[in-house]
């Protein structure tokens, strides 16, 4: 253990931000009077979150080019019989990475807020929310226990309630942030099942304790069944996953958490929240590698997330939601990654991933002000005549996205499908299908939304909401036809901060991340039974080369056909879409109602737990246990009660007659007993 790290910096990085939340929530806010102005609120926050990026930046290069690692009980807060709950740090490769991202993404969100949301009364307790979701993320990525990350894990949900529901007034958000919360809570039960068996079976919650006795947990049995417990605990994990990362079928929530500011979606969905169930199948990597099983499931979870999640994309018209079902695509994509093994290459598509799309849902929310708050993309058109730097940085963001050539994307991207190709689980087959066929899906939904705002006719005045004053937006403007116009600075320059690493980040880090001994020790993978990385290491020589035999490859025609056709059908032959929706109506009504996940959830398993529910409170509270257990038990002690009292007279000679009565029956019995 390195000497490198110091303890008070790295408790510098989670307390600052939270220092910043506590000054802007507390003073800033009518709770205790205002005391502080805007300027004051943001200007603590921004700092706090500064102050954590450039300590994590201290620490990326102590782990990288000094090999300082850490692993610490910072706080132990109690023993429960041999288990210690603790609070401590572990710092290595994969942490120091996401520490860095964490906060630069956040300090890019933070400073971009200054201009988003300048016209809005939830200032100030925009930004303490924020500040302490920084605080709730950066707890997570940094515990060396269940305990703290737990705790993390569920600080960032309860944040994002907070954040998704910032306009309490608007009943969609209140909606989407209850929709977030319990679709959450559903992934969380499988989670804290997962950590209890560990706690149970290892007896312990540390993670260094745990994967020493990873593999005599993989001999195991589940009790009562053939499973293996290594597979049930993996599973139960991984389903929390699914509810933080917005795994099919627990992905229903953050396409309705758009609700909420666009700052936050940048923050939930690019870096953050969304990403820590990847984050944590990848630390979880000793454990996942002791079960084919448990990484088929994730394989196939993954596949769908990623092909499905995509189609859902292209019908979309509100420019925020077509890149939060982008989000959901990659996401799938990350978890491919993890299913085969290849998780060094999930976690680095992870990272490249933070930054384009933080940068497309930053631009997005551009477009949006530049709009006077229109989210319609079939009203924008030729944006980029008014908002240059957006335009320019959107469409870096979107080259990435698709995975171009020497973009960030691609090599992440490519290293996903060349695993999942040279993976032998018997799921690569569907999996290695659904990223192919995602590549194409990619490009289109993603040109499609880049052609209709930045190119084409100018259709502002062409809304049918533009001139009605009943179609008021969250900040209280009004739609009309005015010309589009470029944002202030305190907005276009994290645009250009993100849009630097969306270029080069990948190219930079390929050979260290991938093959080299950033997350050695700490990234598990066993070679003899899951061989795509020793595949992938013989395919991949370096930055230059691979981009160069990208222009070759099926996944950079499958992008370009895709860019091809979305111009074609939206600049060239607007006719044909509608046409196409015409001819096939049923698809794109199934498209529509989103595979009718929503209905489902809804109408089946709301009316279904309600139904339970009244069943449970009539049958099993009014009449088991009120009618039978207490108000019976009463009536039976009543009756009893009132058999006996008749034979209380108080007379002795009846009294004197029974016990008589009595020893002559005991009497007779043990003479009886003796012949």
Not at 212 to 229: Q, R, S, V, Y
Not at 520 to 546: C, F, N, Q, Y
Request: proline share 3%; charged share 10%.
């Amino acid at each position: 253990m390195s000497q490198n790290l110091s303890t008070a910096a790295l408790l510098a990085v989670p307390l600052a931000p939270l220092a910043g939340s506590a000054l802007a929530g507390l003073l800033g806010t009518a709770f205790l009077g205002n005391r502080i102005g805007r300027r004051a609120s943001h200007t603590a926050t921004i700092l706090g979150v500064l102050v954590a990026f450039l300590i994590s930046a201290w620490v990326l290069k102590s782990v990288a080019l000094d090999g300082a690692r850490y692993n610490q009980t910072i706080y132990e807060w109690m023993t429960v019989g041999g288990m210690k709950m603790e609070v401590g740090f572990m710092v290595d490769g994969l942490t120091a990475m996401m520490m860095c991202v964490v906060t630069f993404v956040s300090l890019m969100v933070h400073i971009y807020t200054i201009g988003y949301m300048a016209d809005d009364d939830g200032y100030d307790r925009f930004f303490s929310y924020i500040s302490l979701f920084t605080f709730s993320m950066l707890m997570l990525v940094m515990s060396n226990n269940f305990l703290q990350l737990f705790f993390g894990w569920e600080a960032v949900g309860l944040v994002s309630y907070l954040l998704i529901g910032f306009w309490y007034k608007k009943p969609t958000a209140i909606f989407a942030n209850m929709k977030a919360f319990l679709v959450n809570r559903v992934g969380d039960f499988g989670f804290i099942l997962g950590i209890g068996l560990i706690a149970a079976y290892a007896g312990t919650l540390n993670y260094t304790d745990t994967f020493a006795k990873a593999g005599e947990l993989g001999k195991l049995g589940f009790p009562g069944t053939d499973w293996m417990l290594i597979t049930v605990v993996c599973i139960c994990l991984f389903i929390g996953a699914m509810g933080k990362s917005a795994q099919f079928p627990l992905h229903v929530w953050l396409p309705d958490s758009m609700e909420g500011p666009t700052p936050i979606s940048a923050l939930i969905h690019a870096a953050t929240m969304v990403t820590a169930g990847i984050f944590m199948v990848a630390r979880m990597s000793p454990l996942f590698e002791l079960s084919d099983t448990a990484l088929n499931f994730v394989l196939v979870i993954g596949a769908i997330t990623a092909l499905f999640m995509g189609f859902l994309g292209i019908i979309q018209n509100d420019i925020k939601r077509v890149v939060a079902y982008s989000t959901l695509s990659q996401l799938g994509y990350m978890t491919v990654a993890l299913g085969a093994s290849a998780y060094s290459v999930g976690v680095f598509h992870l990272m490249t991933h933070a930054f384009f799309k933080a940068l497309l849902f930053l631009a997005a929310g551009s477009v949006i002000m530049g709009l006077h708050h229109n989210q319609d993309i079939r009203w924008m058109g030729n944006v980029r005549k008014y908002m240059p730097v957006t335009w320019i940085t959107f469409l870096i963001g979107s080259l990435a996205l698709i995975g171009t050539p020497f973009f960030a994307g691609f090599y992440s991207k490519d290293a996903i499908i060349e695993a999942v190709h040279a993976s032998h689980l018997p799921a690569a087959g569907f999996a290695y299908f659904s990223v192919m066929a995602g590549v194409f899906v990619t490009a289109f939904y993603s040109f499609r939304l880049y052609f209709l705002v930045f190119h084409g006719k100018e259709r502002y005045d062409q809304n049918p909401d533009a001139h009605h004053d009943d179609h008021a937006d969250d900040h209280g403007h009004h739609g009309h036809d005015a010309k589009p116009h470029e944002s202030p600075w305190v907005v276009t320059l994290p645009l250009v901060l993100l849009a630097i690493p969306s270029v080069i980040i990948g190219a930079m880090t390929l050979m260290p991340i991938l093959f080299g001994d950033f997350f050695k020790g700490v990234i598990v993978v066993d070679g003899t039974s899951h061989h795509a990385m020793a595949e992938l290491a013989e395919e991949i020589h370096g930055w230059l080369p691979m981009a160069l035999h990208g222009f070759t490859g099926l996944p950079f025609w499958l992008a370009l056909a895709g860019v091809v056709s979305s111009w074609y059908m939206y600049m060239i032959n607007p006719a044909l879409p509608a046409a196409i929706k015409r001819a096939f109506g049923p698809v794109y009504r199934l498209l529509e109602n989103k595979y009718y996940m929503d209905w489902f959830n809804e109408h089946v398993l709301a009316h279904g737990a309600r139904l339970l529910g009244t069943g449970l409170w009539k049958g099993g509270d009014r009449v088991l246990i009120d009618g039978a257990l207490v108000n019976g038990s009463a009536r039976t002690v009543g009756w009893i009660a009132g058999v006996v009292r008749k034979v209380q007279t108080g007379y002795l000679y009846q009294y004197a007659l029974v016990m008589i009565l009595g020893i002559f029956l005991l009497m007779t019995y043990f003479v009886w007993l003796n012949k």
